[in-house]
């Protein structure tokens, strides 16, 4: 992708138009926990296939759209499906609705996933805060050219995810009665699941869960100094922490059957956030 600082120009310009405001708060929603757009009222959707220089979004399970409007009485843009690496997307592209939340004026982002469980205290459908993340096995999306507009070329990621959005998180938890862990989330790139022992390599590192997506997001939202709050839901334990294969269909059930505290938490959130 050339000139991504004028295409997202272009494609914020398309939003603004379409939403004639600005959102105090972005959010992502991850695999099958979409259904909190539902809950967005006085809502306005935009179709990515109808958004200049966006790409569409291939897996199950994961829409395509963005819904705008209240949540928690703050102006929300919720991005109902995004896009992983595994899909084939280029980092550039997958980052590319950071970049234009950014343009847009946006500087507080929500990032949400399905995760596998390392931490071994952690149990399916568990909702757990993101403290930080391990992205070694991932291209960087800030590789090439710095984007100058967006930041700084060596950016720092000491506090990628906000120690006071971390806070606020814990006691919106308390406030809705939903118990939230915390941790630090790895990136695999998938599709495939990890195997056992590339678990237990991570465990060694320091890593409670693991996923497919959020941390090139976090890592560009941070390089343009958005805010970030992560939750993930673990939906399944990780490869050999429990004696059975991993399926998609296990990941989809059990953010299923978490929709209902993910989604209180995250309204709470918001009701929650000074922003
Ligand atoms: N590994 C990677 N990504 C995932 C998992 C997992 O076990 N569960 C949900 N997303």
Redesign the pocket.
């Known amino acids: 992708m050339d000139n991504i600082f004028e295409k997202a120009k272009e494609t914020a310009g398309f939003i603004k138009d379409r939403i004639k405001d600005i959102p105090q708060i972005a959010i992502i929603l991850g695999s099958g926990l979409g259904p909190l757009a539902d809950e967005i009222e006085s809502k306005v959707e935009i179709d990515y296939k109808d958004i200049p220089n966006f790409p569409l979004t291939t897996v199950e399970g994961h829409a395509g759209k963005f819904v705008y409007g209240l949540l928690g009485n703050k102006k929300v843009l919720a991005m109902k499906g995004r896009f992983h690496h595994y899909e084939g997307y280029d980092v550039s592209q997958i980052v590319f609705p950071i970049r234009t939340f950014k343009v847009l004026g946006i500087n507080n982002l929500i990032v949400t996933n ?3 469980g390392i931490n071994k205290a952690f149990k399916p459908g568990d909702l757990m805060i993101i403290k930080d993340h391990i992205s070694f096995f991932a291209p960087s999306p800030l590789r090439g050219r710095n984007i100058n507009e967006f930041g700084l070329r060596f950016p720092d990621m000491s506090k990628a995810y906000s120690p006071d959005l971390v806070e606020l998180c814990k006691k919106s938890a308390q406030k809705v009665g939903v118990d939230v862990k915390e941790g630090v989330y790895a990136f ?1 790139q ?1 599709p495939m ?2 195997t056992p022992a590339e678990i237990r390599a991570l465990g060694v590192l320091g890593a409670d869960a ?3 997506s959020t941390v090139p997001e976090v890592i560009a939202a941070r390089h343009a100094n958005i805010n970030v709050l992560g939750i993930s839901c673990v ?2 334990m ?2 050999g922490i429990l004696d059975q294969p ?1 399926c998609h269909e296990e ?1 989809m059930r059990t953010a299923k059957e978490a929709e209902n505290n993910f989604t209180r938490l995250v309204k709470q959130v918001i009701s929650d956030w000074e922003v």
């Open positions: 399905a995760s596998g695999a998938g699941y990890e693991v996923g497919m939906t399944n990780a490869a991993l990941v």
